[in-house]
């Protein structure tokens, strides 16, 4: 079954400042892959998704996320953090078979200093 | 409606009581899934309905655990002789269809279950 590591616990980054968060995942086939936003109190929200084609694959809230095959990784960036992008991130993977089981890393929490 | 309704939001409830968690999911959406969400853990699958029917029940963890959807829309998650285990945010997702991997689930917000 596929599987999902997100090695960061937490991060904190200063407004204004880059971000990546790194999510790496084993699974034998191509991958669906997915990245989750969750704030408190709310439910999980969709940021952005790779099914195929372009690596590279943009989201809501100005993330965008790189597929990379050679290094099982799909780390999600942003150029300029906001301090509204303060959450919980999750990556998760999709299985391709007709398998309804997604898996979701642990999540990183991140906080965003003014 | 808009979105995938839970409730309660919030249940308080004493070891060995029985529980109830409901899910309202988006209007059309057929399939419908069930996560356990522990703290500081991302979420766990629990079980996958199909319309009426319960696709996958693998990830329900033992046989106090049940689900039902018996008109293919609301369905509830029915715990019995709750343990202070199963404390934890219970999440319920829906999408269109799961006739393919590439399946975008909307979540609720989750009922937040604390066992005492």
């Known amino acids: 079954a596929q599987s999902v590591t997100q090695p960061d616990i937490h991060i904190t980054v200063s407004e204004g400042a880059s971000l990546e968060l790194r999510c790496n995942y084993s699974?034998?086939?191509?991958?669906?892959l997915f990245w989750y936003v969750q704030s408190p109190g709310q439910g999980l929200q969709l940021l952005l998704k790779?099914?195929?084609?372009?690596?590279l694959v943009q989201g809501i809230k100005g993330f965008e996320a790189e597929f990379k095959r050679s290094q099982s990784s799909f780390n999600l960036r942003k150029p300029s953090v906001h301090w509204s992008d303060a959450a919980e991130y999750f990556c998760?993977?999709?299985?391709?078979?007709?398998?309804?089981?997604?898996?979701f890393g642990a999540g990183t929490r991140l906080t965003v200093k003014p | 409606g808009a979105g995938v309704s839970q409730t309660p939001s919030n249940k308080v409830t004493e070891k060995g009581k029985y529980v109830e968690l409901r899910c309202d999911p988006i209007?059309?959406?057929?399939?419908l899934y069930w996560y356990r969400q522990s703290l500081g853990q991302g979420p766990e699958f629990l079980i996958y309905?199909?319309?009426?029917?319960?696709?996958?029940d693998s990830g329900l963890p033992n046989d106090r655990f049940f689900a039902v959807r018996p008109e293919g829309s609301v369905s509830t998650l029915k715990i019995q002789r709750t343990e202070r285990g199963d404390s934890a945010v219970y999440l319920c997702?829906?999408?269109?269809?799961?006739?393919?991997?590439?399946?975008?689930?909307?979540f609720g917000a989750g009922s937040r279950l604390t066992v005492l």
């Open positions: 997702a829906s999408s269109l269809d799961r006739d393919s991997g590439a399946n975008v689930l909307t």
């Open positions: 699974y034998g086939a191509t991958p669906y």
């Open positions: 790779y099914f195929s084609g372009d690596t």
């Open positions: 998760a993977v999709g299985n391709n078979h007709n398998n309804n089981d997604m898996r």
């Open positions: 209007s059309g959406h057929t399939a």
């Open positions: 309905f199909q319309g009426t029917g319960a696709a996958d």
